[in-house]
């Protein structure tokens, strides 16, 4: 009745409402920046433990996204670790294996808490919104519109879009 995506919506005959904008962001644990540090610019990535998340259907890591002045770019950092498990990425890094750069909806909480610490903020891409999607038609049965009211809610209760990142004097 109900699908939750993130990400670009191919057109359809379904409606879709934007939950929650996102954002790419690099972060690494404390223990893992004590050890090596952090890169200062996107070009310096090449020089730390980079763990990149692979795209499930293409098996290619996906690029890293950046932008500053409005000018965004992307490149493909050597990576030491490649997934295609976002949880599981999280935990590498969480675990000091190195640097990530996932959804902002993904390490959230994370940073909140300060398991993990933002890098290279002034160089923060937006990423893909997170949608709710469902039948037109659908929209008159109760248990659809209470649920999508639900998602709504919490996100809005949650702000998984665009937290604000903490100073670190990295980026």
């Given at each position: 009745d109900v699908m939750v995506r993130i990400g670009h919506l191919a057109d359809s005959r379904l409606v879709a409402q934007t939950l929650a904008g996102t954002r790419y962001v690099c972060c690494a644990s404390p223990d893992y920046l004590a050890r090596r540090g952090?890169?200062?610019s996107p070009d310096e990535l090449d020089a730390f433990d980079c763990l990149n998340f692979l795209y499930p259907k293409s098996r290619r890591a996906r690029p890293w996204y950046f932008r500053r002045d409005d000018q965004v770019s992307s490149l493909a950092p050597r990576g030491i670790f490649v997934t295609d498990h976002?949880?599981?990425l999280v935990g590498a890094a969480m675990a000091g294996g190195g640097i990530i750069q996932v959804l902002s909806i993904s390490v959230d909480d994370q940073i909140r808490?300060?398991?993990l610490v933002p890098l290279l903020t002034d160089?923060?891409?937006?990423?893909?919104d997170v949608a709710?999607?469902?039948?037109?038609?659908?929209?008159?049965?109760a248990k659809v519109k209470v649920f999508v009211e639900?998602?709504?809610?919490?996100f809005r209760?949650?702000?998984?879009?665009?937290?604000a990142l903490p100073p670190t004097g990295m980026g």
């Open positions: 952090g890169p200062q976002v949880e599981s808490s300060g398991a160089w923060t891409a937006p990423g893909p709710v999607l469902f039948q037109q038609r659908q929209l008159r049965a639900f998602l709504h809610a919490i209760t949650h702000r998984h879009d665009l937290p």
